[in-house]
């Protein structure tokens, strides 16, 4: 193959963008501008051509990107919050709209931060890749963090994506995020639990990405409704949270009303639905009772 000069480089890359719309991908452009400066090593709008071989390997990824495997697998790096984590198969692939419940835990880790003077106590359950624990520690300095993972693949990826993102300020824990035991010496000490749990209900995967390459584990959350394991974060978010301590938590926009009648029921004195950038019902933010005064 002969290389190609910066014209015929951009009119590939334009045509591979209405390839990429004709099959359905929600950002063709954008996705096949970044598959090429994946194979260029920089930015399309300074490159002045592409070197011999370059179109056959670039027809070769947008390919994939056309049978619609998820930008993310194809170059193997996620982004999160500003932080570009790694990607790898059998691990889910975090989404934009988590981003937004990442901020609601850190705008509380920071209240605490502000208004005790003191670093904050903040675990997250159900951590996958890593990328909520990872931006609280980045986005909160004086924060403490632990982050929960049970499936082994999502643990070893959290492991090195914090370590890299956030060196020595995230503790990943092997375990059930919903059993007792794990991090029980944390039991009523913490500030902030914030979770994504799976909750994905029976049958109702949004999209074929989503199918056909996040794994089961973490995606349906259990039970017709999916709210089998979220019902369970809560209440071993209300183990853990210390009085007047915040769970923040994603989930399917049609749980709302039973996660917020949950909370109040596990000592939670307001419970509240964030929505996402969309206007969806996008996740719980409930404050755990205070402590009564004698």
Known sequence: ???????????????????????????????????????????????????????????????????????????????????????????????????VVAGAAIEAAR?????????????????????????VAAEVPLARVWAVEIDAAAL???????????PGRVEVVG?????????????????????????????EVEDVETAGYDPDLALY???ADGLRLPLAVVERAAALLSPGAVLVMEHDPGQGAALRAAALGAGFTEAVTGQDLAGRDRYLRAVKERASRA
């Open 156 to 166: 070893a990826l959290a492991r090195e994506n914090c370590e890299r993102l956030a």
């Open 175 to 203: 375990g059930d995020a919903t059993a007792p035991a794990v991090l029980a010496e944390l039991d009523g000490r913490v500030d902030v639990v914030v979770s994504n749990p799976p909750y994905v209900p029976a049958g």
């Open 221 to 223: 959350g259990g039970g």
């Open 111 to 135: 209240a605490v931060a502000s208004e005790e003077g003191r670093g904050p106590v903040v675990v997250d359950l159900c951590a996958g890749s890593g990328a909520i624990a990872a931006a």
């Open 1 to 99: 193959m002969n290389a190609l000069d910066r014209y015929a480089l951009r009119r590939t890359v334009r045509e591979a963008g209405q390839m990429l719309a004709l099959a359905g991908v929600a950002s063709p452009e954008v996705d096949a501008r970044l598959l090429a400066e994946h194979l260029l090593g920089g930015p399309l709008l300074l490159a002045d051509g592409a070197p011999e071989g370059f179109t056959a390997a670039y027809a070769a990824l947008v390919g994939r990107r056309a049978a619609r495997e998820p930008l993310q697998r194809i170059l193997g790096v996620m982004w999160f919050r500003g932080l570009e984590l790694e990607c790898r198969p059998g691990v889910f692939i975090v989404r934009p709209e988590t981003e």
